[in-house]
């Protein structure tokens, strides 16, 4: 169930509330509007469900095996002047297990999902799921993206001060990893077949094809590789072509990407 806006409904209930003469709260929202908020996000969760479908077996006795079933709830805030700190926002997130957080910026460079990954948080902790049903090392592979995705960040505002070329080589090389892995892992086209789902497998085998490429770019610049000739590996184009790539054959074909990436950082 998604609920756009929840910021509309808000508004709708300071003004009935004004109009009842009730106490006004922050900013003119009613006192109870964290109360009406959550009575809405508890209807979420997962459920017995207490009409069961009978059906019969092979004897033709008639059984009602229980079934679960689950209600998700999405709820759309709009901030006014993109403020965060006003009472709907910080109100919502009292309540919400996960926040996405939509980037203006991202959506008027087309970089779709325009979820911002800096600012955007889970609360439910499904890491134990990953490393059980994905990969041992699903995990720590995110961690590092994500530690990657933010020294970029950083890195951008000094490269704004003392400029990009003032930038030590491996620092440069972080901004180009980071940079595939924005364009070529976290954004996705909706009109192309084989990007418009990404299949959690092969989530796993793109990004562990680019930190391996980051691993290898950094031991080349350890032992004296400049940076620009690093780059002329020519299996880095085919990063950006691995989103093209359907299984069960893009295991396979990343899996010989990432030799021939480490043949080609050999070889230099």
């Known amino acids: 169930l998604m609920a756009d806006s929840t910021s509309r409904w808000g508004e709708a209930l300071r003004e009935v509330s004004g109009r009842l003469e009730e106490m006004p709260g922050e900013e003119g929202y009613p006192a109870y509007l964290a109360t009406r ?10 459920v017995q469900i207490l009409g069961h479908e009978r059906t019969r077996d092979d004897k033709g006795a008639s059984a009602a095996p229980p079934r679960e079933g689950s209600v998700t709830v999405i709820g759309a805030v709009s901030p006014p002047g993109a403020d965060f700190s006003e009472p709907m926002t910080q109100n919502s997130l009292r309540v919400a297990g996960a926040f996405w957080a939509l980037d203006y910026d991202l959506s008027r460079r087309r970089h779709f999902p325009a979820i911002n990954w800096i600012h955007s948080y889970s609360l439910f902790d499904v890491r134990a799921w990953f490393g059980e049903h994905v990969a041992p090392d699903w995990n720590e592979q995110t961690r ?11 890195l951008v505002e000094i490269a704004q001060l003392v400029g990009a070329e003032a930038l030590p080589e491996a620092e440069k090389g972080l901004l180009r990893v980071a940079r595939i892995l924005r364009e070529d892992f976290l954004q996705q086209y909706a009109y192309d077949a084989a990007d418009v789902f990404c299949p959690i497998e092969k989530q796993y085998w793109m990004l562990r094809a680019i930190l391996r490429f980051h691993q290898l770019l950094n031991d080349a610049l350890q032992r004296g590789i400049a940076l620009d000739k690093a780059l002329t590996v020519p299996e880095i184009g085919e990063l950006a072509r691995m989103k093209e790539w359907q299984l069960p054959e893009a295991r396979d074909q990343i899996r010989a990407l990432i030799e021939r990436l480490e043949r080609g950082f050999v070889n230099l």
């Open 37 to 46: 908020l959550a009575d809405f996000y508890e209807r979420a969760g997962r």
């Open 144 to 154: 590092r993206a994500l530690a990657l995705l933010q020294r970029e960040a950083e």
